[in-house]
């Protein structure tokens, strides 16, 4: 949040809560005013962050998170319009599963905001003190089971509630149904990861802060999820802002603290059991054309040389996925790309195209 130690985060949330700032928003864009100190940090509850080192507000950035880390070719395009228009031709991908503009002025942000909306994109609980958008890993036939519906319950019971807008800080969780896990550069606050017990039923072990704490079913995960989020609004450190975070609560009061508060907050029994897993210390990233679950379908990872697309490098991605009947791509948490429906039968001359065009599936 601010570096600007004289503003108190906890009394500008008491104050206006950063849900509550989406009309303001507006009105600032039609008077045209400089926006206050305070409603900068609450604007990140939007995704919008003041740009530059002076944060005057002359000019934003505009990150948006997206659920699953997807894309579809309408929206690539919705996206690339706001760029051309408004954001100088700027478009990053992130490592984070989100989308950043820059040099966004202020009056500009409706249409914007009118453009996501069209195209079912949402800033919502981007930045700020809330749960953050869900971060999915893995999107390959080795999965265990298909995740997505689970991570967009998720998402649809954190987004926009403001039973969770106000937490001491961020909370990230991260879901995976990968058979393999993947080592990442950042340990999240919360991680479901699929596993498969000796009976072949599919389990998701429960990590806080990296340290495996039990097993629930996929059907547990979202009253788990709220429970751990409960605990972490109501006793979370909001005194000092440097020891805000998620981790610093658990370092506080030790694991077996927590689990045993939040073994009494659930109403079902947080399984104990030895299962086998096969994690590896190791980044896993997937290249190439790999074979889908779906009939007929391949996926194609790419290596992106920049996370610098710009509305030119949508536009060329755009037009590829049209040639060859495409109509969905992934970013992953190494910030690469993920075809996610190509032909099988026209797999190869897609995947060399993408490489004439730096987006790299030979890496």
């Known amino acids: 949040m601010s570096k600007n130690l004289s503003l108190n985060i906890e009394q500008i949330k008491k104050d ?3 849900l509550d700032v989406l009309s303001d928003i507006f009105i600032y864009a039609v008077l ?18 003041a740009q530059g080192r002076d944060q005057k507000g002359d000019y934003f950035k505009l990150k948006i998170p997206l659920s699953l880390g997807e894309l579809n070719l309408e929206q690539i395009k919705a996206l690339s319009k706001i ?53 999915l890993n893995c999107v390959n036939k080795e999965q265990l089971t298909d995740i997505s519906e689970i991570t967009n319950k998720l998402n649809d019971t954190f987004r926009g509630n403001k039973n969770f807008s106000n937490l001491p800080n961020k909370l990230q969780i991260a879901i995976s149904g990968c058979a393999r896990k993947a080592v990442e550069n950042n340990t999240h606050d919360v991680n479901f990861d699929a596993v ?5 039923k599919i389990l998701f072990s429960v990590k806080i802060i990296g340290t495996h704490v039990g097993y629930i079913t996929i059907s547990q995960i979202i009253p788990m999820a709220k429970a751990i989020a409960k605990i972490y609004r109501d006793y979370g450190n909001r005194e000092n802002e440097e020891q805000s975070d998620f981790a610093s609560l658990i370092k506080q009061w030790g694991h077996d603290k927590f689990y045993d508060l939040l073994e009494s907050s659930v109403s079902f029994r947080i399984k104990s059991l030895l299962i086998e897993t096969n994690e590896n210390n190791n980044k896993i990233e997937y290249f190439g054309i790999k074979e889908s679950k779906v009939e007929g379908q391949s996926y194609i ?23 060859y009947n495409a109509s969905k791509i992934q970013i992953t948490t190494f910030g690469n790309m993920i075809i996610i429906d190509a032909p099988t039968n026209k797999a190869k001359q897609f995947a060399e195209d993408l490489q004439k065009v730096n987006f790299n599936p030979f890496a």
């Open 16 to 18: 206006k809560d950063g």
């Open 32 to 49: 045209g005013e400089r926006v206050s100190e305070a409603d900068l940090i609450r604007f990140q509850w939007y995704g919008i962050h």
């Open 83 to 135: 760029s051309k228009e408004y954001a100088n031709d700027s478009l990053d991908f992130t490592k984070s599963q989100k989308i950043e503009f820059s040099w966004l002025r202020i009056y500009d942000l409706p249409a914007v905001f009118n453009i996501l909306h069209a195209v079912e994109l949402s800033t919502t609980f981007e930045s700020g003190h809330n749960v953050r958008n869900i971060i």
């Open 196 to 200: 498969k017990n000796d009976k072949d």
């Open 301 to 323: 990872g790419c290596k992106l040389e920049s996370l610098q697309i710009g509305s030119s490098g949508l536009d060329t991605l755009s037009s590829l996925l049209e040639k």
